[in-house]
């Protein structure tokens, strides 16, 4: 009979424990400390000061917080911009970091080392998002002029191997097909190059290693069915 009370006290210990894996969410007041720091440092005008108040933000995904590195990652010095790139990378899954980091590519476009920054924290935050965004800065480049200075291409093409997404997959594909040389074309080489990323993207997505387009085509017809919209399998 004492079995019962000892299986209920072992829930109640076990129940503090549980909650505290989950993290609170950030309070105002915490989110102003942080914001209060980086705008002291600004106004001493102490890049390395600023540098760590930016660095401090990363673990408090609150939308002040996140409306500061939006702003920073568009007006500030480029390792600053780079700094809160990063920062809003450590924010998985939130809508609000990705949409900060998307409002940061154009304005960073011919900034090579902030542009890559973005993409990668793009495919680190990992939201569903962020594969149109991405998608559609490859898109828009290469239908807009051929060659090879084409900023941040690669680098988008990579980021939609970090998205765990049924959609990336979908994006890659679509891709590499737009990416197909046909006749004598003056960027295929560069077309060459960015089918190339899409092979690296998807096996780093679903884990293998096929040769050619036809070969991708059909393995995600046949597999495609057995993941779920995160590529966790069913």
């Known amino acids: ?11 109640m210990i076990a129940l503090p424990a549980l909650a505290q894996d989950a993290p609170a969410p950030p309070s105002d007041a915490d989110a102003k400390a942080r914001v209060d720091a980086y705008n002291a ?13 930016i660095g401090a933000m990363a673990d408090c995904p609150h939308t002040s917080v996140i409306g500061l590195l939006a702003k920073i990652l568009v007006g500030d ?29 154009a304005p960073n476009e011919q900034k090579s080392s902030v542009l890559s920054a973005c993409f990668t924290a793009i495919g680190e935050v990992n939201h569903p998002s962020s594969v149109g965004v991405c998608k559609d800065w490859v898109n828009h480049r290469l239908g807009s002029r051929d060659g090879e200075d084409l900023p941040g291409v690669d680098e988008a093409v990579d980021a939609l191997g970090g998205l765990k997404w049924k959609l990336s997959v979908e994006a890659l594909i679509d891709l590499w097909h737009k ?28 884990g293998e290693k096929l040769g050619n387009q036809d070969a991708w085509d059909d393995w995600w017809k046949d597999n495609k069915g057995k993941f779920n919209d995160d590529l966790s399998a069913k």
Request: proline content about 2%; overall charge positive.
């Open 41 to 53: 440092a600004a106004k001493e005008k102490s890049e390395d000061a600023k540098q760590t108040a």
């Open 179 to 206: 990416n197909k040389v046909v006749g004598r074309d003056p960027a295929s080489k560069f077309r060459e190059k960015v089918r190339k990323h899409c092979a690296q993207a998807l096996s780093r997505l679903l």
């Open 1 to 11: 009979m004492q079995l019962v009370p000892a299986m209920i006290l072992a829930c």
């Open 77 to 105: 010095t480029d390792d600053c911009r780079i700094a809160a790139a990063k920062a809003l990378g450590r924010m998985k899954n939130d809508a609000n970091a990705a949409k900060a980091l998307h409002g940061g590519l």
